[in-house]
């Protein structure tokens, strides 16, 4: 957004935050993304690489080590690394997403003990959560962290866990209490604690270069000192998290959904058909005019909830599920229309939209569905 209207435009630090963002991607991500979708590469050297920048710690506060930066700056750097590669950059965002909450909720010796690591991305964060028989009602939850001693002992399954089997640190939400959200803590769990294991790495869709696992403890001992905060407290931190981490994958979304854009753009304008560039007839044109103002309607929604995710704002949690909703929604029209636009060729894998196609199709699935978000808003709304 270039645009000289007051408060929409973009401040030159912004401006400068987004260039860099788009560079180290134009550099390290695009030319190769392909290659790690289809061989199912997991490109951690590229991910620590970014950390160099400071996208490790994107808003971990600086006194922690982190760069301290809001919510809109972090979309703008997700958005321009998604145009490249939209698994890579929401993984990206997931090890943020993780690194802030024990930033923001972990005590001092915790802190301490963890963020120089994961600044840096010497140790790669993952978020825990999800379970395989509690997706959209989050609450359910069973994994239990039994109190013994200076330990809790851990039972369960953590499903769907990105990074799971590959990254050193697990932010895991647990069940230390009968109550529904207010017996759930969050603890910070080494790779290599005793009695965590992996599954297998699960065959998707998309996000190929992206690991998705099971996180399973069998009598796991995980120290005390490992907890986030107060007992109790870890749905609160959970829900926290993912105003944020639902903004990052709504702006991959229209990093994906804006290369996609690009691409039909250039395509339209080289492909002859009936004599003539298929951009000269009107459909293309009111495809590809619809296109871009769906993205930008997106656009602007997300960098305003990412405003108000910054100011603490106490619709905060309302504008992030509309505009997570939207931005997503949005993005996976933009990239199907896209590929209709491409014909054929759009199927086929020597063009980058059917990669987007299937990377984005998730992105309305995760952090919550986009049925959740409905219900979020609706719920924010009726109790106003």
Known sequence: MTTNAGQFQLTEEQLQIQEMAQRFTADNITPFAGEWDEKSLFPIDVIKKSAELGFGAIYVSEESGGIGLGRLEAALIMEAMAYGCAATSSFISIHNMAAWMIDRFGGEELKGR????????????????????????AAGLKTSAK???????????????????????????????????????????????????????????????????????????????????????????????????RLNIGAC?????????????????????????????????????????DLEAARALLYLAAAKVTDNAPDKSKFSAMAKRLATDSGSKVVNDALQL???????????????????????????????MRMIVGREMLRQ
């Not at 696992?213 to 490992?226: G, H, K, M, S, T």
């Open 114 to 137: 963890y963020l120089p690591d994961l600044v840096t991305m010497n140790k790669v964060a993952s978020y825990a959560l999800t379970e395989p028989g509690s997706g959209s009602d």
């Open 253 to 293: 979304s229209l990093g994906g959904a804006q290369r996609c854009l690009d691409e039909a753009v250039k395509y339209t304008k080289e492909r002859q058909q009936f004599g003539q560039p298929i951009a000269d007839f009107q459909n293309t044109q009111f495809m590809l005019a619809d296109m871009a103002t």
């Open 342 to 372: 491409f014909g054929g060729y759009g199927y086929l894998k020597e063009y980058p939209i059917e990669r987007f196609w299937r990377d984005l199709r998730v992105h309305s699935i995760l952090e919550g569905t986009n049925q959740v």
């Open 147 to 245: 109190l013994d001693g200076d330990h809790y002992v851990l039972n369960g399954t953590k499903q769907f866990i990105s990074g799971s089997g590959f990254n050193n640190v697990y932010v895991t939400m647990v069940r230390t209490g009968e109550h529904k959200t207010k017996g759930i803590s969050c603890l910070v769990i080494d790779k290599d604690t005793p009695g965590v294991s992996f599954g297998k790495p699960e065959k998707k869709l998309g996000w190929n270069a992206s690991p998705t696992a099971q996180l399973i403890f069998e009598d796991a001992r995980v120290p005390v000192a490992n907890r986030v905060g107060p007992e109790g407290d870890g749905f609160r931190y959970a829900m926290a998290g993912l105003d944020g981490g």
